[in-house]
DNA sequence: TCTGGGGTCCTAGGACCC
DNA sequence: TCTGGGGTCCTAGGACCC
């Protein structure tokens, strides 16, 4: 076994993924618990019919509006996936990712919500400092998933490490009345899987020797890391579960699959993953796009695509200075009507959160594509991200006479964007 | 009536430098 | 005249994840 498996101290490596139950609909459901046990499901994007409702019922508690008001997912029109279904909705058939029309042909009489951004983020806010408060080990991985390292924590080793699962699962609950599933392993490639063992509410604990039982008879797919395209190669190799992957010898996985991914399967297949909880990260690229409600053609369309294309940089340059950020690769996303993209992207002399800057250098990229098809996404991208002043770019090396004076042109340029 | 919006990481080729 | 590698940066695309 890997040292990083094995702590001294006659402790054992215990990392945990906990995973909130159906987040997005969970937290709606607080505020709406008429709907409880009724299939609801969150996307579509605007949030005009919750908005109507709400109006409607100005005054009223939102817990008294009658369910015959709520808006269905067959009266939807537009574009839009859904983002999280309760289970009710799951069990016929819709959920995460699925485009809303389809959803409406399986589950025509499900309760549609859209999504409250700033509600979800508190909320995410919240069960991640409960979870700190009782284990400081914590890895951030979105809005409703994270890692935690058990090994240190006091229960983290009793049961497995099902004492403090209960614990940290009890906390969330009491605090914010929202469900989460624990799997506890001994790395994190086994913990997330395990996590998916018990939904929802549930707690499943994988340890070293139950590889063959618990893990061997899933499907490759169940792999955090394994996508619809891998998973497809490995059927056509004749390999569809986890089991199967590991009866396979290293050098033939690396002749299919390369040096990096086919040695990567191997040590997943036998459950091995020395990955350490990351505690904290910086950001690689900050961006924002949007899928128009009908697509757009770059010429007879030009004013309306111009605007949008104008707001995204604006967008863009907002979340910059608001996250303090600067960035000297400027790109654009297109998406056409028959769903290929492209990237464009340039990189500056100078990093910038400006949007005029941006507006600028994405128009430069935008020239570079290809115009003739229709439009149904654009996207603006700001990369190789650096704090402004703060010389991330050159913290390399001490920086040169040169180079400093560069450095303090950065920092009033970007003082004058926040202006913006 | 298909297919959102935000990310990360990897690959691969070309430019350019030593 | 031909022949090197290694390293870094830039760009484009694609797989994958939440």
Redesign the pocket.
């Known amino acids: 076994m890997d040292r990083v498996n094995a702590p001294p101290g006659g402790k054992i490596r215990r990392i945990a993924h906990l995973d909130m139950d159906a987040f997005y609909a969970s937290v709606e459901l607080l505020r709406y618990p008429q709907l409880k046990g009724l299939p609801v499901v969150i996307g579509g994007?605007r949030r005009t019919q919750d908005e109507t409702l709400r109006q409607t019922y100005a005054g009223h508690t939102l817990a008294d509006i009658p369910v015959q008001d709520f808006p269905l997912l067959k009266d939807y029109?537009g574009?839009?996936?859904i983002?999280t279904a309760t289970y009710a909705a799951r069990q016929f058939g819709v959920g995460s990712?699925m485009?809303l029309?389809?959803a409406a042909?399986l589950c025509p009489q499900a309760i549609l919500l859209p999504v409250d951004f700033p509600e979800i983020r508190r909320y995410s806010r919240a069960f991640k400092d409960i979870i700190l408060d009782i284990a400081p080990l914590m890895e951030d991985?979105?809005?409703?998933?994270v890692y935690i390292d058990f090994t240190d924590v006091p229960g983290g080793q009793r049961e497995g490490g099902r004492v403090l699962a209960r614990l940290i699962q009890k906390a969330i609950f009491d605090q914010t009345g929202l469900t989460c599933s624990v799997g506890v392993a001994p790395n994190k490639l086994l913990a997330?899987m395990a996590s998916e063992f018990n939904k929802p509410n549930g707690i499943s604990l994988v340890f070293e020797d139950d590889l063959a039982s618990k893990i061997w008879p899933l499907a490759c797919r169940k792999i955090?890391?394994?996508?619809?395209?891998?998973?497809e190669k490995l059927k056509s190799l004749g390999i569809e579960t986890i089991g199967q992957l590991a009866q396979q010898e290293l050098q033939w996985l690396i002749d299919h699959f390369?040096?990096?991914?086919g040695a990567w399967m191997f040590d997943a297949a036998h459950g091995r993953d020395t990955r350490p909880i990351v505690l904290e990260s910086e950001?690689?690229?900050?961006?924002?796009?949007?899928?128009f409600e009908r697509d757009l053609h770059a010429v007879r369309d030009k004013a309306e695509l111009g605007a949008i294309f104008t707001r995204l940089c604006e967008q863009v340059a907002q979340?910059l200075a608001r996250k303090g950020y600067v960035g000297?690769?400027i790109g654009i996303k297109l998406r056409f009507d028959d769903?290929k993209?492209?990237?464009?992207?340039?990189?500056l002399e100078q990093p910038t959160a400006d949007a005029r800057a941006i507006r600028q250098a994405a128009g430069l990229c935008l020239k570079?594509a290809p115009l003739t098809q229709r439009l149904r996404?654009l996207?603006v991208r700001v990369a190789?991200l650096s704090r402004p002043g703060g010389g991330a770019e050159f913290k390399e090396k001490e920086p040169l006479a040169g180079e400093f004076i560069a450095q303090t042109a950065i920092f009033s340029e970007a003082k004058s964007g926040q202006l913006f």
């Open positions: 994007g029109t574009r839009g996936v983002t990712a485009g029309m389809k042909k991985r979105g809005i409703d998933e997330k955090n890391g394994i996508g619809p395209k891998a998973d390369g040096q990096k991914t950001p690689v690229s900050i961006s924002r796009e949007t899928s979340d000297k690769t769903f993209s492209i990237t464009r992207d340039q990189t570079r996404l996207g190789s």
